[in-house]
């Protein structure tokens, strides 16, 4: 048997003290409950498992040929008609996108704001996501309803003022100016996941730990908090990803000292030409390690997307 | 002295609160603020009031009101066809029960890929000459020429052509969502639903569908509210040609105030957009989240 692909029970389990809300009720991780809707005729059963792997080949084959692109000659890239193997395997195209000028550092500077936004991002959401479901205060309520209204704002809407903001206190062109942009996106989603995270914790937990002399910000730090370390965990992971992917206000916010490598990529087109070869290869070296990252912890990052989705 | 519960609580969110305020309210603030005025694109060049100039150039302008109309065109043609696939993705992973949980993980994998990346990669396959998109058309008999479909260079279809990295990145997110909802579907109805001879079609429309609503609502405003901004993707794979035909509004606010250097007119379009999206927000956020409140 197997449950709904979601974290750790302990994560979302129902508590006691904590009711059930509409997204306890589509996240609670049960026994698969939909078990009627599995097919049993077998004949059925063949069919879908063939559809499925037609769907899969189609569905994964874009990145594959991505891949297997990156490994052809830069002639066999742009070959007509396109060939789908390469003729010769070389790491060629590797060798020229690592080595060009600013590609290795646009890869640490992605990698410098992605950890900076993380960080504000939880030291930010984590008390406030506290405070919200904690206290249910009427402040509470209205802030994290701020939180949400702030997921529809256009990124190229506030993009240019704070640009300009960022370089009139002297942060243009650095990894912390952007890093911040994208704590703008990546703060609300954080509050509402954690959100959810803590509505599950019990109030007698922290009760407990009061009694025992605990002060409050004692409590949640080292009561409260190791219970969430699990949400604390998803919740990093998708700051970490929005601010690794995002390509709008990296575009907007950066230059020469602090471009990451979105924008570089985007820049192969009009400085190179069109160097497919190199494009992919980078492409691929900038997608890899998130892919990986994604399979070793997927069953966290399903939990956290099916939450982000659901709440904001 | 103790502080009470209510001063607690405010503390704790005080950060966040500061956080949002000056780095989200503020630029908003200022966006408003410069839609009033027509400003000089050199930094600290002059600008001078203007009242709502600005406006009635972007709603007399064909570019902007092109933009709208697109990016609607967009936001539906996209959210439809994810929609379509990923919940038929979703009712074939459930059909095929807990062996399917390997392959549902594989299906998740574009999910992390940048959109620029996605971009990128379909417009390698679309391009004209080496595309294989058209070459493999061409060897299977359904095109007489492999150039025959100009898929980013053909106006007509080009907003069609750029959407299809989106769709190709966030089915999966669609798909999820809804296999999370049709996991909570009691499993004694479709029982019951069953035993009382309902059909595929029947039990699709008439229990599963209605069972999902409140999942799907909230998975269509999701995604509707993230294509309506969509920028990466076609800004690498057309920069909104040709002929603006795949201009949307994000890259048309971003091409005034970057490449034409009109950030008055900019700010004015940047404002309306703003106020469109939030408007679909409010109204979504009232009738579906109710954040707050249990259930």
């Known amino acids: 048997m197997t449950t709904a692909p979601t974290t750790q029970r302990s994560d979302l389990r129902d508590s006691r003290g904590s009711r059930p809300n509409r997204l306890g009720n589509i996240l609670k991780p049960r026994r698969y409950q939909a078990e009627g809707l599995e097919a049993s005729k077998r004949s059925t059963r063949a069919l879908l498992w063939a559809l499925l792997a037609v769907a899969m080949v189609l569905y994964g084959f874009p990145f594959l040929y991505l891949l297997l692109t990156s490994f052809k000659t830069p002639l066999d890239t742009i070959a007509v008609p396109p060939t789908i193997l390469p003729d010769t395997w070389t790491l060629e195209n590797y060798i020229n996108a690592l080595g060009r000028d600013g590609v290795l550092a646009s890869i640490i500077n992605s990698t410098q704001t992605a950890v900076i936004s993380t960080i504000l991002s939880l030291v930010l959401a984590v008390p406030a996501a506290y405070g919200i479901t904690r ?101 990093a992971i998708f700051a970490f990803l929005a601010s690794w992917n995002e390509f709008l206000f990296a575009l907007l916010m950066t230059a020469i000292r602090s471009q990451t490598t979105p924008v570089v990529i985007a820049n192969f087109q009009t400085q190179f030409g069109l160097d497919w070869g190199s494009m992919t290869a980078l492409a691929a070296v900038y997608s890899v390690p998130v892919i990986i990252l994604t399979l070793l912890l997927q069953r966290k990052i399903v939990a956290g997307m099916t939450l982000g989705a659901v709440k904001g | 002295m103790r502080i009470t519960d209510r001063r607690f609580a405010l503390y704790l969110m005080a950060p966040a609160a500061l956080f949002l305020a000056v780095f989200v309210a503020y630029p908003l603030f200022s966006l408003v603020a410069d839609s009033f005025f027509e400003i000089s694109p050199v930094l600290g060049g002059p600008r001078e009031f203007v009242g709502l100039d600005n406006y009635v150039q972007a709603f007399t302008s064909q570019a902007f009101v092109g933009a709208g109309w697109r990016t609607l065109a967009y936001t539906l043609l996209v959210v439809t066809l994810e929609f379509a696939l990923g919940l038929g993705m979703a009712l074939l992973f459930t059909l095929l029960g807990r062996k399917s949980q390997t392959w549902r993980t594989v299906f998740l994998y574009p999910l992390m890929i940048a959109p620029i990346v996605a971009g ?14 058209g070459a493999l058309l061409h060897q299977v008999g359904l095109l007489r020429d492999p150039n025959q479909i100009g898929w980013l260079s053909n106006p007509d279809i080009v907003l069609f052509s750029v959407a299809i990295p989106d769709i190709w990145l966030t089915t999966s997110f669609m798909c999820l969502v809804l296999f999370a909802g049709l ?27 209605p069972l999902l609503r409140p999942v799907i609502a ?78």
């Open chain 1, 135 to 235: 206290y249910k205060t009427p402040s509470g309520r209205v802030f994290i309803m701020a939180a949400l209204v702030t997921r529809m704002v256009p990124p190229v809407a506030i993009g240019i003022p704070l640009a300009s903001m960022m370089s009139s206190v002297g942060l243009a062109d650095t990894p912390i100016a952007l890093a911040i942009a994208h704590t703008t996106i990546s703060l609300p989603l954080s509050i509402w996941l954690m959100a959810s995270f803590f509505e599950a914790v019990p109030q007698e937990l922290e009760e407990a730990a009061t009694v025992d002399g605990c002060s409050r910000l004692g409590a949640l730090w080292r009561v409260v908090i190791p219970v969430v370390s699990g949400g604390i965990a998803v919740t």
């Open chain 2, 120 to 133: 990128l990669l379909w417009k390698f396959l679309m391009i004209d000459n080496f595309g294989l998109l």
């Open chain 2, 218 to 295: 909230v998975a269509l405003v999701v995604r509707g509210v993230d294509a309506a901004r969509a920028f990466d993707s076609i800004l690498i794979q057309t920069n909104g040609g040709p002929q603006s035909a795949s201009e949307t509004m994000s890259l048309l606010i971003y091409n005034t105030m970057i490449r034409f250097g009109e950030p008055g007119l900019a700010s004015a379009m940047g404002t309306i957009y703003l106020i469109a999206m939030l408007g679909i927000a409010f109204v979504a956020v009232g009738t579906i989240w109710r954040p707050g409140k249990d259930s």
């Open chain 2, 183 to 209: 996991q909570n579907i009691p499993g004694e109805l479709i029982e019951a639903a069953r035993l009382d001879g309902a059909r595929a079609p029947a039990m699709l429309f008439k229990i599963i569908l």
